[in-house]
């Protein structure tokens, strides 16, 4: 087996890598900062900062017009895929707490992309069941509940036109995906990875960014 993860990412390598990547906006870095600091104990969920340049840049490769988020916390992902998308654009950002959303309002208001985002608050897999079944979605982001995922995925695949992308965070659950007697969101995570290597529907490629992200191309 060829392993390919012999680069250590220190703090140091870490920052060179952030440094070469599209810099946050005065929006974006106001946001992350405020998330840390209004809500430090689940922060975390927040995607990481090199996730926002790489959504806009899959935004952008795909010519996505129509995107669906499942997990919207306090709204950064959101914003850097509003702020990639066309002016016609539309964003269907699905969460449950007005509370932590109202910090993503507030900052999509002040970037001046809150015209393109739909957000619902009610439960995703209701907001997706919603939805026209004809396939119209051109992305979907999905970083939310683990246990739920196979759910979203099924609901959304149908949707999502030919050509079209899935993108799913956290895929590598912090490893706890190599533990075959996990509970949990771990478990709920394994069986995900599992379900979509599986569907032939889609191709998907799992890379080991961040906590794991997933891209999954519909055929």
């Known amino acids: ?34 998330t840390y600091e209004k809500f430090p104990d ?79 608050i009610a439960p995703a897999l209701d907001t997706l069941r919603a939805m026209p079944q004809e396939p119209h979605i051109d992305m979907a982001y999905v970083d939310a509940d683990k246990e739920s995922q196979i759910l979203y995925w099924e609901e959304l695949v149908p949707r999502l036109r030919p050509g079209g992308l899935i993108v799913t965070d956290n895929t590598l659950f912090h490893g706890a995906v190599l533990d075959e007697s996990a509970t949990g969101p771990a478990a709920g995570v394994r069986a995900y990875n599992a379900h979509v290597a599986a569907d032939s529907r889609m191709e998907s490629v799992l890379l080991a960014i961040s906590d794991g992200i997933t891209l999954s191309r519909k055929r």
């Open 1 to 34: 087996m060829t392993k390919g993860n012999s680069t250590k990412i220190t703090d140091e390598l870490y920052r060179y890598m952030l440094d070469h990547n599209p810099p946050l906006d005065p929006v974006q870095q106001k946001l992350v900062a405020t």
């Open 42 to 120: 689940v922060a975390g969920m927040q995607s990481a900062e090199e996730q926002g340049p790489l959504l806009a840049f899959l935004v952008r490769l795909t010519g996505a017009r129509h995107i669906v988020e499942v997990g919207t916390f306090t709204g950064f992902s959101t914003l850097s895929m509003a702020q990639a998308l066309p002016a016609d654009g539309t964003l269907v950002a699905c969460d449950v707490s007005q509370e932590w959303t109202a910090y993503g309002r507030e900052a999509w208001q002040a970037a001046g992309v809150a015209d393109r985002i739909d957000l619902r």
